[in-house]
């Protein structure tokens, strides 16, 4: 994605209040109509916004509104006796919003109990290949699949037999998971020639998502996978942790996004209070800032790639911005925009773009991304070492 609210009222969010919105990670409608190859981890469908406990707002009655639309589609399925889920992703299809998606009631629990930290399933990411079929993208140490010896870069070509060939990739981690721990799961996959099948059983997986690690040059790494309930307090309690004048590497390559409280509180731990982000909803202004108390002392060096996403590029964006960081690696994603959950008649949920991002200087990230400072492709996070270890303390 703390002190995570969660409160599922619309996201009015002010300064001093605390943010449950969630910027999108994974496309869920591109990646459906084949047009984008995101990643999708097994334990995320996509970091959409997600709603904490209470019931969700029900879509507005604007007749403009895409919410609306999809509610009134699901309902006249449900009268008709179809499927009301189809008639919404038809109507969100028909809007155009190439970041909205409807999930089931049970589809959104699931979520919801990926971004808190925990899932069951197999400890596998997918993504799209640009033949279509579906491939694995990383695999999680220790889990299931890692212990079947599946590798990044397999293809997964069945799932208890159905063909993902082709399908949508948040289908395919659909058919992943699974209720219950210790229940099997067969996976047909290929490497090169070889083709095999696989049967291995879902667990209960923790998707830790901060690992901290002290390099031999004294600077202190901290790789954020995603924006998982936690984070950002992990996070700053790494930065206060780290030996007395030692640098910060952070490390969001591959970081998809995720709650947009655990970037706010992770920007807290190197900014003493101030602007981290505007944007709007529905074209009303808002703003979100960090927390006074930060280290600004300490020199700090960003690392991102293509797959730095959303969240991640709104801290990114922050900490480069304000000057606090040195941003080194390839140019980010460029996921800017802003979505918002409604409950549909039949307990569906859509989430449908209610807005933009801007950093603070202003500048748009979405489907431009973020520009490193410094630009490299290979051996980026040995350049971005030796850049730490030329920058001072900050002036």
């Given at each position: 994605m703390s002190g995570l609210d969660r409160s599922s009222r619309p996201r009015r969010i002010r300064r001093g209040a605390t943010l449950t919105l969630v910027f999108a990670s994974v496309l869920a409608t591109g990646a459906a109509t084949g047009s984008w190859s995101e990643t999708v981890p097994e334990g995320r469908k996509?970091?959409?916004?997600?709603?904490?406990?209470?019931?969700?707002?029900?879509p507005s009655s604007a007749p403009d509104d895409p919410a609306a639309e999809a509610a009134d589609a699901?309902?006249?399925?449900?009268?008709?006796?179809?499927?009301?889920?189809?008639?919404?992703?038809?109507?969100?299809?028909r809007s155009g919003d190439r970041w909205g998606s409807v999930y089931s009631q049970g589809e959104y629990q699931e979520f919801e109990q990926a971004l808190d930290g925990a899932y069951t399933g197999v400890g596998l990411w997918a993504r799209?290949?640009?033949?279509?079929?579906i491939e694995v993208s990383r695999v999680q140490e220790g889990g299931p699949a890692d212990r079947a010896g599946i590798r990044e870069g397999d293809r997964l070509s069945s799932i208890d037999g159905e063909r993902v060939t082709g399908r949508p990739?948040?289908?395919?981690?659909?058919?992943?998971?699974?209720?219950?721990?210790?229940?099997?799961?067969e996976l047909?996959?290929?490497?090169?020639?070889?083709?095999?099948?696989?049967?291995?059983?879902?667990?209960?997986?923790?998707?830790?998502?901060?690992?901290?690690?002290?390099?031999?040059?004294?600077?202190?790494?901290?790789?954020?996978?995603?924006?998982?309930?936690?984070?950002?307090?992990?996070?700053?309690?790494?930065?206060?942790?780290?030996?007395?004048?030692?640098?910060?590497?952070?490390?969001?390559?591959?970081?998809?996004?995720?709650?947009?409280?655990?970037?706010?509180?992770?920007?807290?731990?190197?900014?003493?209070?101030?602007?981290?982000?505007?944007?709007?909803?529905?074209?009303?202004?808002?703003?979100?800032?960090?927390?006074p108390g930060g280290d600004t002392a300490r020199p700090v060096v960003v690392l991102v790639d293509g797959g730095t996403m959303s969240a991640a590029e709104l801290l990114t964006g922050a900490l480069q911005d304000r000057g606090r960081a040195v941003v080194v690696g390839s140019r980010t994603f460029g996921k800017g925009s802003v979505q918002m959950p409604s409950r549909l008649p039949d307990g569906s949920v859509a989430e449908l773009t209610v807005g933009h991002y801007r950093t603070p200087s202003g500048r748009a990230v979405d489907g431009r991304g973020i520009t490193p400072d410094l630009e490299v492709e290979d051996g980026a996070e040995a350049r971005a070492e030796t850049v730490l270890t030329g920058l001072g303390p900050p002036s």
């Open positions: 996509s970091a959409t916004p997600v709603a904490r406990s209470a019931p969700l707002p029900e699901a309902a006249e399925a449900m009268a008709d006796g179809k499927s009301p889920k189809k008639a919404a992703e038809d109507a969100v299809s799209r290949a640009a033949d279509g079929g990739v948040t289908e395919v981690v659909a058919l992943l998971r699974g209720d219950h721990a210790g229940t099997p799961v047909r996959l290929e490497r090169g020639t070889r083709a095999w099948s696989e049967t291995v059983h879902r667990a209960r997986l923790s998707t830790d998502s901060v690992a901290v690690t002290h390099l031999s040059g004294g600077a202190v790494l901290i790789k954020v996978a995603a924006f998982t309930k936690g984070s950002g307090a992990r996070v700053r309690e790494a930065v206060r942790a780290a030996p007395e004048g030692a640098g910060i590497l952070l490390d969001l390559r591959g970081n998809s996004g995720g709650l947009v409280t655990e970037a706010v509180t992770a920007s807290s731990a190197l900014l003493d209070g101030g602007l981290v982000a505007t944007y709007d909803v529905r074209g009303e202004q808002r703003a979100l800032h960090a927390e």
